[in-house]
Each structure stands twice: as structure tokens, then as C-alpha cells.
């Protein structure tokens, strides 16, 4: 219906208001009764969320995400919300079948770990898991062979996100790590050796070197397919059942069995309730690092970084880089501290997409 236009004149018309008789307010709810939670699974736009996850009363239940949070994506996938969030939900919180929750608002994050799209020009950036304080590297030592340049990445990607690295070879009955681990010995990353075999006295040891590791913490697993890292899984959660495969005998390469994160709490004795969390991720074949700098990778090791302070402006500090101070450095340092050196320009390097067949 037209409004009154002020004149007798009929053919005088004013358009309708198009905001309508109730002006739309700019006041949205405070949300004062949200129950806090960490998000578990994320699944097709479902969240499998647990509500108070740091209490005996905790319970898990189904959540969406409220459209005020805007849509996942984005340049850094800020407004997505992802494994380990923890987060703000609103609705029916009772977890009882067919209930349905929302989130309405999402913690500060104290750590996020991300990699790029290595076709993406722009550098597109996934989040993968957040507020994890520790990057658990699977890595077989036979069956398939270890690839030593995703590992590389890996530390790139934890030293970036604030993370503590742990490297977890496995499958040490099919062949000797030490030659590998080696690579890593001027790095100082603390490492844990599992056996395939239950028989096996390292099997056991291995296991309960690794729960030390985990107890108290939220890590993340990461590693190719075929690794084993669903059987780590099932050993350190027997409820967990994660799926397991086989190697190709041709490729040499694992099939994927997760198609998802998951985080998973470790079991503790008695009524322990921070027993640990581990986060179980799909097996990667890649690693996109295009969003970090070479001054992020630099601040996670402080005596490098301090001679640095003596390069030139847009210093890259890799092999080769005029005047770089790192070069004045080393000649003066230990063995021990030159190797350091090789093994962070190692890491810069590794930051360049990834070849086939590397």
C-alpha cells in the first residue's frame, strides 16, 4: 500500500518505505548465558562440541554455527571455526538425540597451525587445528620410507604457530632410525621410538615415552598416509578405533583412513581430568608454507636471531644472502652451532613448494 502523499491529486504516488514500519536495530544479544566449550569434530557444518570440557559434569552435543559469525573461508579462514576452537554455544545444550545447539562465539586462539595451498598464487591459508601447544611428526622408518623435506616442513609449520615439535618415528623393527634422526640432532627436537611389533620390549617403552610426552597437552599428529599413526591412536585411545590401512607394496605410499580431525582425550588414572588430548589429523602429502616468512621461522631460534639483528635490512639470512650477518656468526661459532645454521637455512629452503617425487 502506497503512503499518503500530503495531496487529493490520485495519480500523485509515494513508493512504499522499503526498511518497513519497524526500523531493523543494531543491538544484538549479549549472549550473557552461553556455555563454554571446545569444539571436537567438524563435520558438513555440524560441530561436535563438549561443554565444560574442563569438568567431571562435561557432556558432548551437536552444534551450527550462528550466521553472525560469518561464513568459513576467508583470506587466513578466520571466520571458520576448526578442532580445538574453543567456543561459546547457546540452545538446547542437553545432548539428548535430535538436539541441536548454536555457536554463538569463538575464544581467543593461543596458537593456530596453518598451511597454504601451493597453487594458490594469492596464498590461500587453511586453518588446520587450533590451540595446540605441541606437533607430533609421525614418521616410519620403513614401509613407506621417510621423507625428510615434509618433515622439514612440519617443523617450519610448528616453529611458525608458536608449537613445540616432537618427532614420533615408528615402525623401528623394520629399520635403524638413527640416521635419520641424526639430520635433526642440531635442532634439539625431542624425539620417541615406537616398535610395530607388541612383542617387541620397544614397543611398550616406546609407547610409554610417547604418553609422557602427551600427558598434560594438546598435540596434534601429522604424518603421511600408511605412517601408523592411526595404530598410535588406538594404542593411546583403545575407544578411539580409528581405522587403519595397508601400504602399497607399488607406490610405496599409505591409504587414507581419516577423512577428518578429531581430537581425542588421552586416559588418565582415577578421575584425572587434564590427562592430555591428542588430535588426530588425514594423512598429508603436502605441506603448503607460503605464508611464512623468513623472519617467523628466525624467532623461534633466539641465538640466531640475535646475530641477525646485524643484517641488512630485507635480509633473507638463507645460503648465499649478501652481507648476511649469520655467515660473520658461524665463522666464529662451535661445530655445533654451524651445523645449528645449516639446519635452519635447511628449513628456509624447505619453505619453496615441493617437487615431485622430493
Known sequence: MARDSGTDD????????????RPRTKVRPSYEDAEPAMVLTVDRGRYGVLLDAGLPSRREIVAVKAKELGRDGGHRGQSAIV???????????????????????????????????????????????????????????????????????????????????????????????????????????PWVITSSMTDDPQHDAGLSALHERLAGRTSVLVGHSGVGKSTLVNALVPAASRATGEVNTVTGRGRHTSSSAV??????????????????????????LQHVKPEDLLAAFEDLAEAATACPRGCTHGEGAPDCALDRWAEQADPASRARLASFRRLLESRTPEQPGR
Not at 126 to 134: F, G, H, K, L, P
Not at 277 to 288: E, Q
Open 83 to 189: 578442532v580445538g576452537d574453543r567456543v561459546r554455544v547457546v540452545g538446547d545444550t542437553s545432548g539428548s538425540a535430535g538436539s541441536l545447539a548454536r555457536i554463538v562465539g569463538r575464544d581467543e586462539r593461543s596458537s593456530v597451525l596453518r598451511r597454504s595451498l601451493e597453487e594458490s598464487a594469492s596464498g590461500y591459508e587453511r586453518v588446520i587445528v587450533a590451540n595446540a601447544d605441541q606437533l607430533v611428526i609421525v614418521v616410519a622408518a620403513a614401509q613407506p620410507e621417510p621423507r625428510p623435506r615434509l618433515v622439514d616442513r612440519c617443523l617450519v609449520a610448528a616453529y611458525d604457530a608458536g608449537m613445540d615439535p616432537l618427532l614420533c618415528l615408528t615402525k623401528a623393527d623394520l629399520a635403524d632410525p638413527a640416521e635419520f634422526l641424526e639430520r635433526y640432532a642440531a635442532l634439539d627436537v
Open 10 to 21: 490520485p495519480r500523485v504516488r509515494i513508493r512504499p518505505d522499503k526498511r518497513g514500519s
Open 263 to 288: 581430537a581425542l582425550e588421552l586416559t588418565g588414572s582415577g578421575h584425572q581430568v587434564n590427562a592430555g588430548w591428542i588430535i588426530d589429523t588425514p594423512g598429508v602429502r603436502s605441506f603448503g
